[in-house]
């Protein structure tokens, strides 16, 4: 398997995506701590996908290799 390199824009964007998961995971436990549950929720929630999507190309890869 070849090794292909990353673009600066594929990095800073996974950079992001990786800080703003953990912060709004972290600002929706803060709102289930403040009994806005509902809104925690779609807080926490957001910041799984965000954070997913930070190894978004590792996990395409992960699927690429299952289908070989």
Do not use: P
Request: hydrophobic share 55%; charged share 25%; no cysteine.
């Amino acid at each position: 398997m070849t090794k292909r390199k990353r673009s600066v824009g594929e990095l800073i964007s996974s950079f992001v995506f990786f800080f703003a998961g953990l912060w709004l995971i972290r600002e929706g436990q803060i709102l289930f701590l403040e009994d806005a549950v509902f809104k925690g929720i779609l807080v926490v929630l957001g910041g799984v996908l965000s954070f997913t999507a930070a190894f978004r190309f590792q996990i395409q890869r992960l699927f690429d290799d299952k289908k070989k």
